[in-house]
């Protein structure tokens, strides 16, 4: 099992200074912790792009740059539509889901809803599954606001923001 260390600054493969994280805690449970990037790299309430580069620096997936609503858009990304709490478990329960993909929130105090609503996708937040740990709870990774969440169950995920389930975003060559 790779474990991951507190990361400064250090360039990493051909990852631009961008994709590197500020901090990554290690593996627990078999479930990585989301990584924490500068201020300057993922500003307050740009969780697509939080979500990009982690999913990149985590788990080598590389998605499309686009607002949370539009990264259903792209080419090479299908999705799932999932529309409740129960929805999520089922698929992590039948093993559909897998770390690295993308799970597209509704949050009912976004100012970009309508736009949302009109682009197709109905949410306007997005988290990296981060995977299921041996005793069955499932892990996310998110920035909301200004709070990079590094490592959330289902539950806490929901709970801030009364964020609703809306589809399962994933690459199609996945």
């Known amino acids: 099992m790779k474990i991951r260390t507190l990361l400064t600054g250090l360039a990493i493969?051909?990852?631009?200074p961008q994709q590197n994280p500020v901090s990554v805690k290690p593996e627990i449970g078999g479930v990585p912790f989301g990584p924490v990037y500068s201020i300057d790299d993922v500003p307050a309430n740009m969780c697509s792009r939080y979500v990009r580069f982690?999913?990149?620096?985590?788990f080598g997936i590389e998605y499309p740059r686009a607002d949370a609503w539009n990264i259903?858009?792209?080419p090479n990304i299908d999705e799932i539509p999932v529309n409740s709490k129960e929805g999520v478990l089922k698929l992590a329960k039948e093993k559909v889901m897998n770390g690295g993909m993308i799970l597209g929130l509704y949050n009912p105090k976004s100012s970009y809803n309508t736009i949302a609503l009109n682009s197709g996708?109905?949410?306007t937040h997005v988290a990296l599954y981060l995977g299921m740990?041996?005793?069955?709870?499932?892990?996310?990774?998110?920035?909301f606001g200004k709070e990079t969440r590094k490592r959330t169950s289902l539950d806490e995920l929901l709970e801030k923001g009364n964020l609703q389930p809306r589809e399962l975003l994933f690459l199609n060559n996945q």
Request: glycine share 12%; charged share 35%; aromatic share 16%.
């Open 13 to 16: 493969g051909n990852r631009s």
């Open 72 to 74: 259903r858009n792209a």
């Open 133 to 143: 740990d041996r005793d069955g709870r499932m892990y996310f990774a998110d920035k």
């Open 121 to 123: 996708a109905g949410y």
């Open 54 to 58: 982690a999913a990149d620096y985590l």
